[in-house]
C-alpha cells in the first residue's frame, strides 16, 4: 500500500545517512515543494480530464409566427377631468361653511357665506346716494326749463330791440349754464347707479356659491376665520366634477413618443387593488417636454371609467399603453439578438498554466450581433456547426423582436445562450 515519505525515507535513498538538524529542515521543505507538485498535477489532470472535446452545449429556443402586441409602460398619477379651485375676491370674516370633504355639491350651491353687515349698509348708502342724486336731475330740469322760457322771451324782445344785447346775452349763458348742470346731474346719476351695481355684487359675492357639479375634495376654510383677499385669493375649497370619468395624466420617454397617439387604448394598475387592471384611451398628447433630471418626458393624458367609484385623485399608476398589434409576425427570443459565441481557444489558453489560471474570454471582430440600427445577427447549429445569420428585426415586446427579412423560418432553432458541459 502507498504510504507518506518520511524523513528517514528520503534521507536513506539519497544515501545521506542520518539527517542532521539542519538537514532536517532542509528535507521538510523539499518534502512541501513536491507535495504542491504533485497537487498542482493532480489538479490539471482532473481539469484536462473533466473536459469534453465537445466543449459546449448550445441552449436553442424555437423562432414561432405568433401575434405580437407592442405596448409601452408609463407611470403617472390620477386625477379629476375638471378640478377647480374655489377663492374668495373680498376680505371678511366668515359666518357659515355649509359643505365638508366629499360632499356632492350642485352649480349655484352655497358653499360658505362672509359677514355681510358692513357690505349691505354700503348698498344702503349707494342707494340714498342714487336717490339724492336723481333728485339733482330733477331740480337741473326744472332750472333748465325755466332758463330755456326766459331764453326765448328775451330772444323775440331782442329781435324788437327792447332790451339791451348785454342783457340777452347774460340769460342766454344762464341757460347754457342751466343745460350743462343737467347733464352733470345725469351723470352723476349713472356713477351712482354703477357704484351701487358695485356694492350689489360685492354683497353677492360675500356668498360663496360652487361653479360646477360635483364634489368637495378639500375644504380649507371655517367659521369664524378671517379671509385677507390681498395680491392672492385664499384658496377655500377645492372641486372636482364627477368622480365617475377621470384622468390619468402619466410621462411616456421620449424614446417611446413617436409610437403613442391619440385613440389608442391602455390598461393600468394602482397599488390599491394591484390584482385589477383597469381600461382606458389615449385621449391628448402633450407636445411641450418635461425635463427632469435630464430625462425628457411628454405628458399624456388617458380617459378612465370610475363609474365603481374605486379609484381616487391622486393614486399613482402604471399604464401600458398598446401602440400596436402585428399579426402572425415571425418572431426570436431578444437573448438570441445579443447572443455573441465565444473566440475559439488558442494554444497558449491550453497549456498547463492556461489551465490553471484561465485567461479571461477574448472577442474577434467577427463575433458580435449587431449590424446597425436594424440589421442584426443570430445563431442557428446547423450540421453541428454555429453559423451566423443576418437578419433585419422590426418591433420588440420586451421578450419577442419581429424578423422582418432574414433566413429565419418558423421552428428553426435560434442559439440564446452557451452552457459548459459537464
Known sequence: MPHSLSEEDVSETLGLGRPSNRKRILLRWAIFGLSGLVLAALVVWYLSAGKDDGGAAYVTAPAERRDLVVTVTATGTLEPTNEVEVSSELSGMVRKVFVDHNDPVDVGQIL?????????????????????AKARVKEAEAALAEARRNFQRYRELARKNVVSEHEFDVVKATFERAAAALESATADVEVVEADLKLRKTDLEKACICSPINGVVLRRN???????????QAPVLFTLAESLTAMELRVDVDEADISLVEEGQTAS???????????????????????????VVTYETYLAVDNSELLLRPGMTATSEITVKTIEAALLVPNEALRFVPPAPETEEDKGLLGSILPRPPSHNGSATNDLGAKTKRVWVVANGELTAVEVTTGLSDGQMTEILQGGIEPGMEVVTDLREAG
Open 112 to 132: 360658505a357665506e362672509l359677514d355681510t353687515d358692513k357690505l349691505e349698509a354700503q348698498v344702503t348708502r349707494a342707494r340714498a346716494t342714487l336717490t339724492a
Open 221 to 231: 376654510v371655517d367659521p369664524g376665520q378671517t379671509i385677507a383677499a390681498t395680491l
Open 268 to 294: 393600468f394598475t394602482v397599488d390599491a387593488y394591484p390584482d385589477r387592471i383597469f381600461p382606458a384611451k389615449i385621449t391628448k398628447v402633450r407636445f411641450a417636454p418635461d425635463t427632469t433630471e435630464g
